[in-house]
């Protein structure tokens, strides 16, 4: 039944799970930028930025202390296949402006964090959210006060926490294999680096 209900809101993780090494977008989504992110898109009055790096989210060093492993950012960008489902993938990719970063576990092979953050039109980030809401595997909630929804799914690999942040016109997607706990403090830090 779990399946089913993934499978008809497009929150899915597809079989297979994610390579090692898959290449993501970068900010913006239309290729790579040396350029820094505007601190608020043009015309928007959004308040809300996306980091130009992911130092800016959450240093190594945070992160290891979160989670209780040690973590470095990789070199390798995240794939969009690590977000469940279709509407998630095809959301970040046709968002305006985003910030890929992963971390990975010390001497870990299959340890990964993908967290992704992303502007994107209000009709898209509309479509994504009433797929969580029709969703029975999504339970909507907040972090940091503002408009979230979490899940969690298995793969061969591990039990993956998923948490999606809301604010303004930026969505913050956290897939990791942590504590529910752990990825909502995850979810709140890059909050705290989009809010300033």
Do not use: K
């Amino acid at each position: 039944m779990l399946m089913v209900g993934l499978l008809l809101t497009g929150c899915m993780p597809e079989p297979g799970g994610t390579e090692p090494g898959d290449a993501g977008s970068t900010v913006p989504s239309g290729g790579p930028s040396d350029a820094p992110a505007p601190e608020a898109s043009v015309g928007t009055g959004s308040a809300v930025v996306v980091p130009g790096d992911c130092g800016e989210v959450l240093s190594d060093a945070e992160l290891s202390e979160l989670t209780g492993q040690e973590q470095y950012l990789a070199p390798d960008l995240p794939s969009l296949e690590a977000l469940p489902g279709p509407v998630a993938r095809e959301t970040a990719q046709r968002a305006d402006e985003r910030l890929d970063c992963m971390w990975w576990v010390v001497n870990v092979w299959e340890g990964s964090l993908p967290l992704f953050i992303s502007r994107t039109t209000a009709e898209a980030q509309a479509a994504l959210i009433d797929g969580l809401l029709t969703s029975t595997l999504y339970t909507e909630t907040t972090v940091g006060g503002e408009r979230a929804f979490t899940s969690s799914y298995t793969d061969e690999i591990a039990v993956h926490q998923v948490v999606y942040v809301f604010v303004e016109d930026v969505w913050i997607a956290v897939v990791a294999a942590v504590a529910p706990a752990t990825a909502v403090a995850i979810a709140e830090r890059a909050l705290t680096a989009v809010t300033g």
